[in-house]
């Protein structure tokens, strides 16, 4: 009969005192036939379901427009969905989420947004697969008060990625 770890399911060499896969000692390891071990482990597989990243395409001249139009609230709004969904894009799910962003942004009388200017233009060229100063870009114009612009050339990255383009 042969002997099969009972935390990771792999065959023991004969006479073992440590699992060679997983390093849990012999103590801790049961006997079973293999037959048995196939069962259990095709009872404990789940099949994996991967979803793609939820993104929202948005029309770049409108998200302009809106901002303009409501002085800035959209604006607002769009930075949330930019984080977070660039978050998303890049499976980021412990940085920091497009509300806090904002809260930061608020706090800091805009300083935080020039920060985040930048992570933004980094976001990007990972989005993108490259390496890149577009996060110098993105503050450069955010210190000239264009910060618009590289929202729009985030959104652009996003659209291009929810379109399957890379």
């Known amino acids: 009969m042969s002997k099969y770890c009972s935390h990771c399911g792999a065959e023991l060499i004969p006479n073992a005192r440590f699992c060679t896969t997983c390093g849990k000692s012999i103590e801790q390891v049961g ?8 069962v259990e482990q095709n009872a404990e ?9 939820k993104v929202s ?20 709004y769009w930075q949330i969905k ?4 660039m978050n998303t894009l890049l499976n980021k799910p412990n940085a920091t989420s497009g509300l806090m962003a904002f809260i930061y942004t608020i706090i800091t009388c805009g300083i935080y947004f020039l920060y985040w200017l930048y992570k933004m233009g980094d976001n990007v060229d990972a989005l993108k697969g490259k390496s890149g100063d577009t996060g110098i870009l993105y503050l450069v114009l955010g210190l000239l008060c264009l910060g618009i612009i590289p929202m729009a050339l985030a959104q652009d990255a996003i659209n291009d990625k929810a379109d399957g383009l890379y």
């Open 45 to 53: 597989r789940k099949p994996v379901v991967r979803k793609e990243p």
């Open 57 to 76: 395409k948005r029309g770049i001249p409108l998200a302009i427009i809106l901002s303009i139009v409501t002085c800035g609230i959209y604006t607002i």
């Open 82 to 85: 930019l984080t977070d969904e």
């Open 31 to 38: 006997e079973q036939k293999s037959e048995e071990r196939k």
